[in-house]
């Protein structure tokens, strides 16, 4: 567990603003599938509710792996 937490960590400093640009990614795909009205995963706006979760805990990890 700690082997996996030391590379994700040392992936995510080399790379700080993936997590805000994957969850920018999961909110534009959040909006194109409103489109599409009659899923339970349109009607729940699912990914936009993870792009908000995956953006703000990436901003907040950007200051400390840094």
Request: aromatic content about 10%.
């Amino acid at each position: 567990m700690n082997k996996l937490l030391d590379t994700l960590s040392e992936f995510m400093a080399k790379y700080p603003g993936l997590l805000p640009l994957i969850g920018l990614g999961l909110i534009i795909l959040n909006l194109l599938l409103q489109f599409f009205q009659g899923y339970w995963i349109v009607e729940s706006n699912l990914f936009l509710h993870l792009g908000l979760i995956i953006s703000l805990i990436g901003i907040l990890m950007i200051r400390p792996l840094g």
